[in-house]
């Protein structure tokens, strides 16, 4: 009997799912429309204040993981771990929880990645900086063909440690949020 993902290392997990990139499929939009319908049946709403498709997936041009990302914002008042809780009984695993940020995942399975696979990072509205990220590069050619090849060379260094691959990512993502930022200004 194969182990369970509780029960293996940060090392058998990296191998077990390891990083690749594909080319964009916009069936991904589809997955996110539907699991957000879902999350939005299940989450109180009065609590949320937005959910929004981020990550590659939501980058039309570029090889992405093919790992669909939704932001949750909700309300400041709220209980996260409440919101956490209905997350987990829906089928979501909690990956990892920081102060104000909880991140949920489904789709991952003892004998690897299940057809179709999302985190679900959870926020407290307006710690969003994902949204003027996604809506730069979806607006800017040469910063998203150069994410693109960053995100390539990472994922063929990086291909069983995520966290060096998230690492090696975390200047440019920062960068280019800033100039977002500055173009778009408030616009969330």
Not at 105 to 113: A, D, I, L, Q, S
């Amino acid at each position: 009997m194969a182990k369970q993902l509780s029960e293996m290392s940060l090392q058998e997990l990296w191998h077990l799912f390891p990083i690749f990139l594909t080319q964009h499929n916009d069936e991904w939009d589809t997955w996110y429309e539907d699991e957000a319908a879902l999350l939005s049946s299940v989450l109180p709403l009065i609590e949320v204040v937005r959910i929004s498709h981020i990550g590659s997936t939501a980058i039309k041009s570029i090889m992405a993981k093919p790992i669909v990302d939704i932001l949750v914002e909700v309300c400041c008042e709220c209980d996260m771990h409440e919101i956490g809780t209905l997350l987990c009984s829906s089928g979501y695993r909690c990956m990892c929880e920081e102060e104000n940020r909880i991140s949920f995942n489904k789709g991952y399975t003892e004998n690897g990645f299940s057809q179709k696979v999302f985190h679900i990072h959870l926020r407290f509205a307006g710690d969003n900086d994902e949204l003027y990220f996604r809506d730069y590069m979806n607006e800017s050619q040469l910063p998203a063909k150069q994410y693109e090849t960053l995100k390539l060379s990472l994922a063929k260094k990086f291909k069983h440690n995520r966290d060096a691959y998230t690492l090696g990512k975390t200047d440019f993502i920062r960068e280019q949020t800033e100039k977002a930022k500055i173009k778009y200004g408030r616009r969330y």
